[in-house]
Each structure stands twice: as C-alpha cells, then as structure tokens.
C-alpha cells in the first residue's frame, strides 16, 4: 500500500475512536468520500451483532452493538 493510499486510510482510523453509537457510525459513513459501505452484520446471538463496514478499498471496520 503506497502513502497516497495509506494517509487517508490512516485519517479515517482516528476518526473511527470517537464513535459511541451505531447512529454515529452511520452518520460518519455517510459524510466519507467515497461513503462508507455497509457490508455486513454478523449475528453473535439475540443480543449482539457485528456490523462490518468497508472504510477503504482494503479496510473494514467491525463495531460491536449490543
């Protein structure tokens, strides 16, 4: 992965810490050019699930909800 590539991957990392809230999340998917994409959501049993987002071409973020 060159710097082009890695910097804004990097960026966005950072911002990712400071969401609490699966709202957030999508709100902050919404606004990245290009958008974040939602890929999945992983049932762990009827009260958690994972919901994996795709932050860059090879990156996925995966935030845990309860």
Request: no cysteine; glycine share 4%.
């Amino acid at each position: 992965m060159d710097h082009a590539t890695l910097l804004p991957l990097l960026e966005s990392l950072e911002s990712l810490e400071s969401l609490g809230s699966l709202g957030q999340v999508i709100r902050w998917a919404l606004v990245q050019t290009p958008q974040a994409e939602f890929a999945d959501v992983v049932i762990q049993d009827e009260y958690t699930h994972d919901v994996v987002v795709r932050i860059a071409p090879l990156a996925y973020a995966v935030f845990d909800t309860t």
